[in-house]
């Protein structure tokens, strides 16, 4: 189950334009080859950091990623253009940088997701590398605000606790919560939880309305 990208921002916000001049994103339909590029460059980022081979295997995977870039670097394009981060149904979204996660529920009262990270996230012994739950975190965060309808806003402090060791190759559950709103802020929460509710990581931050003109 996938989540729409729920209200338009702009009529939750009528300054919405001028919070920086953010971008809409509107769900794209690149069609299925986008879904197995992603697939595939999120495989070659888990054997960029674990393949060994003979030197001349690098020199020649260096010719391939050098001509796919020739091929694609003419259609690079603004922000909110390309399809990554506009296609719910996507892992991440269909963002590279962003964890594999799907959104299982969109609400006002919360978000559900589910991620498993793999070899290219690990920062050691087999475990996900620290600084990759923040970024889970704040994108929850990002969604958190969005479905509970507030209007565009900026992190202002994100502060993780991590509780036990978090495995690859497993699915994992994530929620985030507005604890508490007042104003411009939104204090928010998230749990990061393995397949037998043990928590393995956890978080606060405080999420701030952008005033107009702030990008």
Not at 58 to 70: F, G, N, P, S, T
Not at 138 to 163: E, K, N, Q
């Amino acid at each position: 189950m996938s989540a729409d990208f729920g209200p338009d921002p702009r009529r939750v916000s009528p300054d919405y334009e001028r919070h920086g001049g953010f971008p809409v994103f509107e769900p794209a339909e690149p069609g299925p080859g986008f879904a197995r590029f992603l697939a595939g460059m999120r495989r070659l980022q888990d054997l960029a950091v674990s393949a060994a081979p003979a030197a001349e295997t690098w020199d020649d995977a260096a010719d391939r990623v050098e001509k796919l870039i020739e091929q694609l670097a003419p259609f690079e394009s603004a922000e909110g253009v390309g399809p990554a981060s506009r296609v719910p149904a996507l892992p991440g979204a269909g963002s590279l940088l962003m964890p594999p996660w799907f959104v299982d529920a969109f609400e006002p009262d919360g978000v559900r997701v589910r991620v498993t990270f793999s070899r290219f996230h690990v920062g050691g012994n087999y475990a996900v590398h620290g600084g990759v739950l923040p970024l889970l975190f704040d994108s929850l965060f990002g969604m958190v605000i969005h479905a509970a309808g507030r209007p565009i806003s900026r992190t202002a402090y994100l502060h993780v606790d991590y509780r036990k060791v978090t495995p690859i190759d497993t699915e994992l559950r994530a929620r985030g919560w507005i604890r508490e709103a007042e104003d411009r802020k939104a204090f928010v929460n998230a749990e990061l939880h393995d397949g037998d509710d043990n928590l393995l990581a956890e978080a606060h931050g405080l999420m701030i309305r952008l005033l107009p003109g702030q990008p």
